[in-house]
């Protein structure tokens, strides 16, 4: 371990701060625990439209305009831009960096173009699951030879792996996504404003077809029938946002509150405030950062029963499975552990000794192997090349 050289590495994603989710959480803290293994690390992303970035420093190059567009029953970003092409063909060509690490889908965009031009071992990192693919349907050959230019195929979960094998078969490493152990923990503070006696219920996600919050909404008329001092906190916004709560009925909207906008450093804090953290995802979910959020916060959590839950979530071990896109049977699963001490205490208590495995710590030491490796056999091939002409 000691003798092996410094990397020079370059992340890849259309998707980064100040722009939420999965993908953005795991190139930051990729970031911070490679840099702090004292590796130079890098970030190529696409400037956000409508969002200011402040005081992110040198490292991360910005190239382009991110725009969002609609894609797996939520919304994803693609960057473009005339000068693109050649900005960040002179990063490559000035930086010469040892890994280019690109996370997202092979799309038309940042991810593409940065492999056609770079010639140092090109690492990708699938996040997303999904049934099917209409663009790796319609472009799967020309896609190909880009995937030939990959020298290492991480998949942060079996079911990432499953969507995108089909298409692209090869060679793929299950490193799953982490979990940052200091900021989730169950020793920070409840949120004052919440701490009134009555029971609090938690979402956190984007409002979109696929994190199933019309469910929730749903469920709530049958949880209040039970419980008359619950409330269902919402952490988090998205297009769909007005239309979903048209379906509110009069009996729950008085039990939901709408947390639009959370600051980053507040997060925490609102999974500690939580009795019960609460995933209705119908699908499309390849692991769940959030799951493993609440479990280092010790909170007990009722999530849907999809394949991408289940690689998190052995059902009453740690958290509740329900069936998905059933109201009725999330109210239940909800009723049933409020109602349980000793099953929210087992919940509590085998999340937390479960997320101790998914530390940023352990996951970054994982990838820096996966590097090495990746590297060394990337010159043993070139070194094999090379004596066949000779």
């Given at each position: 371990?000691?003798?092996?050289?410094?990397?020079?590495?370059?992340?890849?994603s259309?998707?980064?701060?100040?722009?939420?989710?999965?993908?953005?959480?795991?190139?930051?803290?990729?970031?911070?625990?490679?840099?702090?293994?004292?590796?130079?690390?890098?970030?190529?992303?696409g400037?956000?439209?409508?969002?200011s970035?402040?005081?992110?420093?040198?490292?991360?190059?910005?190239?382009?305009?991110?725009?969002?567009?609609?894609?797996?029953?939520?919304?994803?970003?693609?960057?473009?831009?005339?000068?693109?092409?050649?900005?960040?063909?002179?990063?490559?060509?000035r930086?010469k960096?040892?890994?280019?690490?690109?996370?997202?889908?092979?799309?038309?965009?940042?991810?593409?173009?940065?492999?056609?031009?770079?010639?140092?071992?090109?690492?990708?990192?699938?996040?997303?699951?999904?049934?099917?693919?209409i663009?790796?349907?319609?472009?799967?050959?020309?896609?190909?030879?880009?995937?030939?230019?990959?020298?290492?195929?991480?998949?942060?979960?079996?079911?990432?792996?499953?969507?995108?094998?089909?298409?692209?078969?090869g060679?793929?490493?299950?490193?799953?996504?982490?979990?940052?152990?200091?900021?989730?923990?169950?020793?920070?503070?409840?949120?004052?404003?919440?701490?009134?006696?009555?029971?609090?219920?938690?979402?956190?996600?984007?409002?979109?077809?696929?994190?199933?919050?019309?469910?929730?909404?749903?469920?709530?008329?049958?949880?209040?029938?039970?419980i008359?001092?619950?409330?269902?906190?919402?952490?988090?916004?998205?297009?769909?946002?007005?239309?979903?709560?048209?379906?509110?009925?009069?009996?729950?909207?008085?039990?939901?509150?709408?947390?639009?906008?959370?600051?980053?450093?507040?997060?925490?804090?609102?999974?500690?405030?939580?009795?019960?953290?609460?995933?209705?995802?119908?699908?499309?979910?390849?692991?769940?950062?959030?799951?493993?959020?609440?479990?280092?916060?010790?909170?007990?959590?009722?999530?849907?029963?999809?394949?991408?839950?289940?690689?998190?979530?052995?059902?009453?071990?740690?958290?509740?499975l329900?069936?998905?896109?059933?109201?009725?049977?999330?109210?239940?699963?909800?009723?049933?552990?409020?109602?349980?001490?000793?099953?929210?205490?087992?919940?509590?208590?085998?999340?937390?000794?479960?997320?101790?495995?998914f530390?940023?710590e352990?996951?970054?030491?994982?990838?820096?192997?996966?590097?090495?490796?990746?590297?060394?056999?990337?010159?043993?091939?070139?070194?094999?090349?090379?004596?066949?002409?000779?």
């Open positions: 371990m000691a003798d092996r050289k410094k990397l020079k590495i370059l992340m890849v259309d998707m980064y701060y100040p722009l939420p989710g999965g993908i953005s959480e795991h190139i930051h803290h990729l970031y911070i625990e490679m840099k702090r293994k004292g590796h130079t690390v890098h970030i190529l992303t400037n956000p439209l409508f969002k970035v402040k005081n992110e420093g040198g490292d991360v190059k910005r190239v382009g305009h991110s725009i969002s567009i609609p894609a797996n029953k939520s919304f994803t970003q693609i960057s473009l831009g005339l000068k693109m092409i050649f900005d960040v063909k002179n990063l490559l060509d930086e960096y040892d890994i280019v690490h690109i996370h997202g889908a092979l799309a038309p965009t940042l991810p593409l173009i940065t492999l056609f031009f770079s010639n140092s071992t090109n690492i990708i990192t699938f996040h997303a699951a999904f049934d099917r693919s663009g790796y349907e319609a472009l799967r050959s020309p896609l190909k030879k880009f995937f030939e230019r990959i020298d290492g195929v991480i998949a942060v979960s079996n079911e990432a792996k499953r969507s995108v094998y089909r298409y692209f078969p060679d793929y490493t299950i490193i799953p996504n982490g979990v940052d152990l200091k900021r989730f923990s169950p020793l920070n503070p409840k949120l004052e404003n919440y701490i009134d006696g009555r029971i609090n219920l938690l979402f956190v996600g984007r409002q979109d077809p696929r994190k199933g919050i019309k469910f929730l909404y749903k469920a709530m008329d049958y949880i209040v029938d039970e008359t001092d619950v409330r269902l906190i919402v952490v988090g916004k998205g297009f769909l946002k007005k239309y979903y709560e048209l379906s509110i009925s009069d009996k729950a909207k008085n039990h939901i509150i709408f947390e639009d906008y959370v600051d980053w450093s507040l997060l925490p804090l609102y999974y500690n405030t939580a009795n019960i953290f609460v995933s209705p995802a119908t699908g499309g979910e390849s692991f769940g950062i959030i799951l493993l959020e609440a479990m280092a916060s010790g909170t007990p959590i009722v999530a849907s029963n999809i394949r991408g839950y289940r690689q998190v979530i052995k059902h009453k071990y740690n958290g509740y329900v069936k998905p896109k059933d109201p009725k049977e999330l109210a239940y699963g909800i009723i049933e552990v409020l109602k349980n001490r000793e099953l929210r205490e087992q919940l509590k208590n085998n999340g937390l000794e479960f997320v101790k495995r530390s940023w352990n996951v970054s030491n994982e990838i820096l192997d996966f590097y090495y490796r990746k590297i060394e056999e990337k010159s043993k091939n070139k070194e094999n090349r090379l004596r066949k002409w000779f």
